[in-house]
Structure formats: C-alpha cells, structure tokens
C-alpha cells in the first residue's frame, strides 16, 4: 500500500504548513479529515522517492557475494531448472535440489 502526504488546513481551507502521513489502500478515496485531531486536511502532491545513480540502493556492491557473505546472507543462484546452487555465506546446504 502507498503512503500519502497530507497536509492540515486552517479554517479558511488554506495549509497551515502542519503535515502527516498515512498508509492506505489506493482504492480508498482521499481524506478530508486528519484521523487523530479531525482538523480538516487533502493530499499533498508530493515528488516521489526514487532511486538514481548514486543511491547505495542501485551499487552493485551492496549485493556483490562478497558483502553478502561479510553481512552474514547466504545467496543461491539458480543453475538448472530445479537446482540451486549457494554462491555466498556458509550456512545451509551446498545445493538445493526440487528432486531431493
């Protein structure tokens, strides 16, 4: 589910600089009331949180086997249709096999 920014409205219907967030379905329509206070409120157009280049989340040494293993994962990589092979860590069992 998304996360919303709403922002509280005075009583002229103008921002008072006072926001909040809230997880909720898409689905759901907009609220027009803040859940805790009952201040009247709308959704804030907001930009939203992407990645770019220099995000740790898009290095491809975060999830190098190398660091993996150092953080304490264990990674399999697929090597034939129904066979896994591990490729970082030392927990668990050297391969994994649906014939097994």
Known sequence: MPTYV??????????????FEIVQPMKDPPLTKHPQTG????????????AGNLSPLKSKGVLSNKNLE???????????????????????????????
């Open 6 to 19: 709403y922002e509280v409205l005075d009583k002229k219907g103008q921002p008072t600089g006072e926001t």
């Open 70 to 100: 150092r953080l304490g994962f264990t990674k399999y990589e697929r090597k034939g249709k129904g066979y896994m092979e591990r490729t970082a860590g030392k927990a668990g069992p050297k391969s994994i096999s649906a014939d097994d």
């Open 39 to 50: 201040q009247a409120c709308r959704r804030a157009i907001v930009a939203p949180h992407i």
